[in-house]
C-alpha cells in the first residue's frame, strides 16, 4: 500500500464553538447586495451553486446550515456528490474501502458470522447506504463468493441507496461492469443489473423504497454526509447558526446567528443540554428510526461506521477539497462538506426497537475481526 492520502478526519478542526461572537441576522427579510459577479473556487470564476444560493439568500433571507449543506452536497444539478463525488486518491477526500480491500472484506466476514448467529435465514439482502465509488460493496460481495458453498441456498440481492448519478454509473461499472437496466418496469428501483459474481444489484434514491425483507444495513461515512442544523447558546437564550450573504464582501457569504428562535430551537435542543454549541443532524434521525422500523418488522442488522462522538463534541462541520480542509463558505458544490455523527443521538432515535451497541473505535472493531492475521496473509 503506498502512503493513503489524509483520511477525512485527521485534521480536525477546533473542537469548540465559534470563537468569535456570530453577528445576529436582522429580523425582517431583506434584499442585500447588488449582485456582481461571485467570487469562488480559487480560479475567480464563480460556481453556479454559488449564484444559485446568492440569489436564493437575496430573495428570502438567511438559510439553515441544513438547508445549506444540502445544496452544497446533493442539489440535483449543481450538488458535489451530485456532479464532483470526489472519493479516493485523486479526489478531495479518501475512505478506508478506497485505501484497502481489508476493511470490506472483514465487514463482509462480519455479515456472515451475523447472519450464522441469526440462524441462517433463507434469504437476506444486503443495504448500503451511499456506497460511493461501490468498492466496499464489491470487497463485500467477493467475501460472499468465496464463501459460497456456506450461502449456496441463501437467497442474497444488494440494494444500494444513492443519490448521485455521477457515483450511481462508477458503482454500475466496478459491480456489473456497466451492464445495467434504467428504470426497470414494476420495480422501485432507478436501476438493477447483476453484480460479476452472479449476484442481483438494485439501485434506489430512498431507503424507503427498498422491498422489505430480512436485512443487512451498511452505512460507511454516509451519516456524516447528512445535513446539521448549528446551535449557538447565547445570553437570550438558543439561536440557530444560519448562512447570510455578508454585507461587508460582495458575494461572500458568512454565519449567523437567527435573532429569535427557530423551529430548530424549539425542537432539537434537548432541555438537559450542558454544551454551549450544538449540531443535531434530524434526517439521520429519520434514516436510523427507518432502520431500526424495518429491522424490528422483518429482521436484520445493521453496520454504522463514521467519524463521531457520543453526543459532546461541539463545533465539527468543516470541508474537505483536494485532501485539504476548505472553508465551508467557500464555493459551494466544489468541496465535500461533513459532520462528525453524535452515535448518543442515533441510539436514542431507535426508540429501543432494537438492540444498539458500540459505538467502538474503528481500531478496536477491525482488531477483533481479525485485521492482522489477514494483513499476514
Ligand atoms: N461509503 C462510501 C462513500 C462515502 S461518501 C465510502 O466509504 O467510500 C457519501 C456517499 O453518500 C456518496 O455515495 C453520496 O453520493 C451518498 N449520499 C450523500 N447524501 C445522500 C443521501 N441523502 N441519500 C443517499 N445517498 C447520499
Known amino acids: 500500500l503506498s502512503p493513503p492520502p489524509e483520511p477525512r478526519g485527521a485534521a480536525l478542526p477546533l473542537n469548540a464553538a465559534p470563537s468569535s461572537p456570530l453577528p445576529t441576522a436582522p429580523a425582517a427579510r431583506r434584499c442585500s447586495g447588488a449582485g456582481g459577479e461571485a467570487e469562488a473556487d480559487g480560479s475567480g470564476r464563480a460556481t ?12 428570502t433571507g438567511p438559510v439553515t446550515v441544513a438547508e445549506y449543506m444540502r445544496e452544497a452536497l446533493t442539489n440535483p444539478g449543481q450538488g458535489y456528490y451530485t456532479r464532483r463525488g470526489g472519493i479516493g486518491e485523486s479526489g478531495d477526500f479518501i475512505t478506508s474501502p478506497e485505501i484497502s480491500q481489508v476493511f470490506g472484506e472483514l465487514i463482509g466476514i462480519w455479515y456472515i458470522s451475523e447472519w450464522i448467529a441469526a440462524g441462517k435465514p433463507k434469504a437476506f439482502q444486503l443495504v448500503e447506504l451511499g456506497p460511493g465509488r461501490g468498492t466496499l460493496a464489491d470487497d463485500v ?14 437467497d442474497v440481492s444488494i440494494h444500494l441507496v444513492e443519490v448521485s448519478p455521477k457515483l450511481s454509473e462508477i458503482q454500475a461499472l466496478v459491480l456489473t461492469g456497466g451492464k445495467v437496466q434504467l428504470n426497470p418496469k414494476d420495480e422501485s428501483a432507478y436501476m438493477k443489473g447483476v453484480s460479476k459474481t452472479g449476484i442481483p444489484i438494485f439501485w434506489y434514491r430512498d431507503i424507503q423504497d427498498v422491498p422489505p425483507g430480512y436485512s443487512f444495513y451498511l452505512a460507511h461515512e454516509f451519516f456524516d454526509a447528512l445535513p446539521i442544523h448549528k446551535f449557538q447558546r447565547t445570553e437570550k437564550g438558543w439561536r440557530e447558526v444560519l448562512v447570510d450573504i455578508d454585507p461587508e464582501v460582495p458575494d461572500q457569504l458568512r454565519f449567523v446567528l437567527s435573532p429569535s428562535s427557530t423551529p430548530g430551537t424549539v425542537n432539537f435542543i434537548q432541555p438537559e443540554e450542558t454544551r454551549d454549541h450544538v449540531e443535531v443532524c434530524p434526517e439521520a434521525g429519520v434514516v436510523i428510526q427507518r432502520l431500526a422500523c424495518r429491522i424490528e418488522k422483518d429482521g436484520g442488522a445493521a453496520l454504522v461506521a463514521d467519524y463521531g462522538h457520543d453526543g459532546t463534541k461541539t463545533d465539527t462541520f468543516r470541508g474537505f477539497r483536494n485532501h485539504k ?8 458544490g466544489t468541496a465535500d462538506l461533513t459532520a462528525d455523527v453524535d452515535f448518543s443521538y442515533l441510539r436514542k432515535m431507535t426508540q429501543g426497537r432494537t438492540a444498539t451497541l458500540g459505538p467502538i473505535k474503528q481500531r478496536e472493531f477491525l482488531k477483533n475481526m481479525g485485521i492482522d492475521l489477514r494483513l499476514q496473509v
Open 141 to 154: 460481495l467477493r467475501v460472499f463468493k468465496q464463501l459460497a458453498s456456506l450461502l449456496s441456498k441463501c
Open 325 to 332: 480542509l476548505h472553508d465551508v463558505l467557500i464555493a459551494p
Open 48 to 59: 453556479p451553486m454559488l449564484r444559485h444560493l446568492l440569489l436564493k439568500l437575496r430573495a
